[in-house]
């Protein structure tokens, strides 16, 4: 989630594409420090890139099979990664230039089926994971110990996430179902049912989830083409998002907060002494940036709903977006095999 400011409209312009995959780009990381980003795909390989001057840094290997998600540590000094070979694996980028060192730290084996979805908690000593085999678990991923296994959903998981502060855990599963579960206890705090399921008609998988950054709401997307926003405390959804095409693949959105800053000029009663004085009046508003599989990326407004603009990224299927968090880039991946990079400007 980018938090900086960017003077006037936001506009995002084509920077570099990088190419070297052999397979679809399923994700793309900025690193908390921003100085790398990294990219899983389904060749079974992660690729570290440079943010000062977008070289490849290093290629991590080790996986036998595609890259479903990853995720860096907070420090940045960790890359956790999940993968269809039903591990989990933990690098170190910062010892990409070390020949004589592996970044890999270890490997954590518990699930049965593809590890869809992990996330680092905000301390950064924990990692949720979760799986096509319908499991949830909660790692001390330093000790390489499960601390807790959580019968989920009747189906796969999709997505997890921790909330701010850590006590909380969200999953999304292909059940339709969203569920928030408490981290110490593993007990299931409560299910988010969407409308449509709740009335009875078919359900429709749910393939993200996140909270968003203040903690207050959760952020979810479903194939049937909907982006919802959920007061989970009232168990309500509180808005909806839809224009982006999204039937078949899970897809990765990201947020971007962008501070404009406007210039005013006041003045006294006209008096042969009047000084006109300047006055800047800044404001904030949140997007949300929707991978689509019509080859786009939609951007809406947080708060009303209306794509702004459409960002032509990819050939094929738009996987995932993420945004560093200094507001200077924007990263997508999708079914061609490419990252783009674009540059947050106004």
Avoid at 254 to 275: G, W
Wanted: charged share 20%.
């Amino acid at each position: 989630m980018g938090t900086g400011t960017v003077n006037g409209p936001v506009q995002f312009i084509p920077f570099c594409i990088l190419n070297g995959h052999t397979g679809s780009v399923n994700r793309v990381k900025f690193s908390p420090d921003c100085r790398f980003l990294a990219s899983g795909s389904s060749d079974a390989t992660i690729r570290i890139w440079s943010t000062i001057d977008w070289r490849l840094v290093n290629i991590l290997e080790g996986h036998t099979s595609g890259i479903s998600d990853i995720d860096w540590s907070p420090n940045s000094e960790l890359l956790a990664s999940a993968a269809d070979d039903r591990t989990v694996r933990i690098w170190s980028p910062l010892s990409l230039s070390s020949q004589a060192r592996s970044p890999l730290r270890r490997t954590l084996n518990r699930h049965t089926h593809h590890v869809t979805s992990l996330r680092f908690n905000r301390r950064g000593n924990l990692i949720v994971t979760g799986s096509r085999d319908e499991n949830i678990i909660i790692w001390d991923y330093k000790h390489a110990k499960d601390l807790k296994t959580l019968t989920a959903h009747s189906d796969p998981i999709s997505a997890v996430d921790f909330s701010r502060d850590g006590t909380i855990i969200v999953s999304g599963s292909q059940d339709g179902l969203i569920r928030l579960w408490d981290t110490g206890s593993g007990q299931c705090l409560k299910t988010l049912v969407p409308t449509n399921l709740a009335k009875g008609y078919q359900k429709n998988p749910v393939m993200f989830v996140q909270f968003v950054p203040n903690g207050k709401y959760i952020i979810s997307s479903t194939l049937d083409g909907y982006i919802r926003l959920w007061d989970y405390m009232n168990d309500k959804v509180i808005k909806t998002y839809r224009g982006h095409v999204n039937t078949k693949y899970s897809s990765t959105p990201s947020l971007l907060n962008v501070t404009t800053s406007l210039s005013t000029e006041t003045s006294a009663p006209s008096t042969p002494t009047t000084h006109t004085s300047v006055a800047n009046v800044s404001t904030t508003t949140s997007y949300l940036i929707q991978p689509s599989e019509d080859g786009f990326i939609y951007v809406f407004d947080l708060q009303t709903k209306k794509v702004v603009t459409q960002v032509k990224a990819h050939t094929d299927v738009v996987l995932a977006t993420d945004v560093d968090a200094e507001n200077r880039y924007m990263a997508s991946c999708g079914l061609d095999g490419t990252v783009s990079v674009f540059k947050i400007s106004s």
